[in-house]
């Protein structure tokens, strides 16, 4: 009699047990319904689109600012326009490559290895993109310069902005890492 006592206990304790189980993953099941909860996937392709619209801005404004720049030494503001078109077409279109390879990658039915694969190429080339792009916008710095003629108030302004650049591209880099181990380790 007692071993019976004992498992109508055991069975109404893992009764309870399951039901708050099963209220927690209704409750879960919502919030992903609600969009509350993003993949690392999702997170970095919203990182990617947002450098995209970055990107696309920076260059209409290139083209309007360089354009229209009263100071600016003639001789030099068609080819400094380029240069920097360039620069945000290169930035703009390598985010949209790793962008749609992010978006091949099927969390859902490939398996670890091949998810930390793909991820791990993906850094590899956003990595290359990075030490293609920083001396790019090095360049495209110094050709600023000389189209100002070099203005040392503007080129203050120019260093100024360079290292504020580089301290948000640093910070915005270590979130990249942190979503790619991310992606690669725990999908």
């Known amino acids: 009699m007692e071993n019976i006592d004992d498992m109508k206990a055991m069975w109404i304790e893992l ?3 399951l039901s708050v189980l099963e209220e927690d993953n209704r409750r879960m099941a919502k919030d992903v319904m609600r ?6 996937q999702e997170k970095l392709i919203s990182k990617y689109q947002m450098f995209i619209f970055i990107a696309c801005v920076m260059l209409a404004f290139t083209i309007l600012f360089i354009g229209f720049t ?27 490559y790793l962008m749609f390879r992010l978006k091949e990658i099927d969390i859902y039915n490939s398996t670890v290895k ?41 080129i203050i302004g120019m260093i100024a902005g360079g290292v504020i650049g580089l301290l948000i591209g640093m910070r ?4 990249f890492m942190k979503y ?8």
């Open 172 to 175: 915005q880099l270590l979130k």
């Open 35 to 40: 969009n509350k909860y993003k993949t690392v």
């Open 180 to 187: 790619y181990h991310l992606l690669q380790t725990e999908d």
């Open 15 to 17: 009764n309870n047990r």
């Open 70 to 96: 009263p100071s600016a030494v003639e001789k030099y503001r068609i080819p400094v326009m380029i240069y920097w078109c360039i620069f945000f077409l290169f930035e703009g279109c390598i985010d949209m």
């Open 114 to 154: 091949e998810i930390a694969t793909r991820a791990a190429a993906n850094w590899r080339i956003h990595k290359i993109a990075i030490l293609i792009g920083l001396p790019l916008a090095l360049g495209a710095l110094v050709l600023y310069a000389l189209l100002l003629d070099a203005d040392i108030v503007m």
